[in-house]
């Protein structure tokens, strides 16, 4: 099946470890993003990348750092640079930057 | 980057049509209207879009503004299904937004029974 995949869909840490979010397609996607959902709230981006060995800081991206080294591979690693780094943590994938978005299932960061 | 606004929250009653208003003032040219819509806890899904003309497909008819200023996602015949926060963004070559993907706050709405 074609899709894109967020593994783990929980995930707990003690504060000030870094931790890495997986995020996989196999949907043969160029462009991958990363959002952060808090309780009640949209989505704010992250990290986006529209190509292999390229990415752009979204409107949140303190705290965070991401790589692009193969096209199906977009992991986020949360530092102990986030204050607050609990939340719900969502990636998407689409053909180009311009095209429709589609979403993994999330992985729900709890930092104690 | 090009915003949009929207009510943060609509009812609707269940058979009946919901229609979810968009403001985009700042849209430009090439840039294209999205709707998605996410059901608690799980990814947002896509759901249409469009540039200038009005869209309609199995989930959703799209209405579009001439001057592109705004937009309306008609949901034909809400179900309690259909209960979920609804994006409306911006997206498109040559805009301020190009490849960004940036979402608001998006339109709570509640289908009843």
């Known amino acids: 099946d074609g899709g894109i995949t967020q593994s783990p869909k929980y995930l707990f840490r003690k504060e000030g470890q870094n931790v890495t979010l997986s995020c996989e397609q196999n949907l043969n996607h160029d462009a991958m993003y990363w959002y952060r959902q808090d309780p009640g709230q949209g989505l704010r981006l992250i990290y986006y990348?529209?190509?292999?060995?390229?990415?752009q800081k979204g409107d949140i991206a303190e705290g965070y750092s991401v790589s692009r080294e193969k096209k199906e591979s977009f992991p986020l690693t949360v530092t102990s640079a986030q204050k607050n780094p609990t939340a719900f943590y969502l990636c998407a994938s689409s053909i180009t930057g311009t095209t429709e978005a589609f979403f993994g299932q999330g992985t729900r960061l709890t930092v104690v | 980057d090009a915003k949009t606004t929207q009510p943060p929250s609509m009812d609707c009653a269940e058979g009946r049509a919901a229609n979810l208003p968009c403001n985009h003032s700042?849209?430009?040219?090439?840039?294209?209207v999205y709707w998605y819509r996410q059901i608690h806890s799980q990814g947002p899904q896509y759901i249409i879009h469009g540039l200038k003309n009005n869209e309609t497909n199995e989930m959703a008819s799209l209405i579009i503004t001439e001057d592109r200023k705004s937009s309306t996602l008609i949901l034909p015949h809400a179900t309690l299904r259909d209960t979920a926060v609804y994006y409306c963004i911006v997206n498109g070559a040559g805009g301020t937004s190009y490849g960004k993907l940036t979402f608001g706050q998006g339109t709570i709405l509640t289908v009843h029974p």
């Open positions: 700042t849209i430009s040219g090439n840039e294209y």
């Open positions: 990348s529209q190509i292999v060995n390229d990415f």
